[in-house]
């Protein structure tokens, strides 16, 4: 089965610090990864993802993630934090598509801070 | 390109009560799947459907149901609500799935009182 454990419910960064925010996953198959951030009293929306190939992703509003297979890490970071990036994000993993499985496994969450 | 449409955002019911919630996805999406996220269990996968069939099906009891019309847009109840159905309830629509791409919703945040 598919899970994902994100460390730190909660991170507080200064503006112009580096954000990182970490992300675990267990899973039986090569994994399909994901970051979403959700914004107060809104859906959430795709930062970036990990299928194939290139281990290094970037996404958008400048954050990126690494996939580390020996660490089975797919940790999120962005050099310097806005304020703007204050919101919760979620890291999430499926099942590819040769497996015939189409949901998403969500992460519980962190919630980011953004201290000016 | 308008996103995916969920109504109600709000509403309140009481426990033993049943409750429709609907999605409109976005335009040439096919597949719409439903999750509930509440503080203490996170985001957990409801179903999912595609051309009108259910392709996969979280762990939920059966009072929650959904469906999808041929328009591609989706409806999910919930029947005898229970107190511990308070949620907000994400709709989200892709037009690949095993991308995993999901446009998601604002959602409706239902209250059981």
């Known amino acids: 089965a598919q899970s994902v454990t994100q460390l730190g419910s909660h991170v507080s960064v200064s503006e112009g610090a580096l954000v990182l925010l970490r992300c675990n996953y267990s899973?039986?198959?090569?994994?399909?990864l994901f970051w979403y951030v959700q914004y107060p009293n809104q859906g959430l929306q795709l930062l970036l993802k990990y299928t194939t190939g290139a281990t290094l992703v970037k996404g958008i509003n400048g954050f990126e993630a690494e996939f580390k297979k020996s660490e089975t890490s797919f940790h999120l970071t962005k050099p310097s934090a806005h304020m703007s990036d204050a919101a919760e994000y979620f890291c999430?993993?499926?099942?590819?598509?040769?497996?015939?499985?189409?949901?998403?496994?969500f992460g519980t969450g962190t919630r980011l801070t953004v201290i000016p | 390109k308008a996103g995916v449409t969920q109504t109600p955002r709000y509403l309140i019911k009481t426990r033993g009560q049943q409750v429709t919630l609907s999605c409109s996805p976005i335009s040439g999406h096919r597949s719409v799947s439903w999750y509930q996220q509440t503080p203490g269990q996170g985001l957990q996968f409801l179903f999912e459907y595609f051309s009108e069939t259910q392709r996969n099906k979280g762990n939920f009891p059966g009072r929650f149901s959904g469906r999808q019309f041929s328009n591609s847009r989706s409806e999910m109840n919930v029947s005898t609500l229970e107190l511990g159905d308070s949620a907000l309830y994400l709709c989200a629509s892709s037009q690949d799935t095993y991308t995993g791409e999901l446009f998601f919703g604002e959602g409706s945040r239902l209250t059981v009182l």
């Open positions: 999430a993993v499926s099942d590819p598509p040769q497996t015939g499985a189409n949901n998403l496994f």
């Open positions: 899973s039986s198959v090569p994994p399909y």
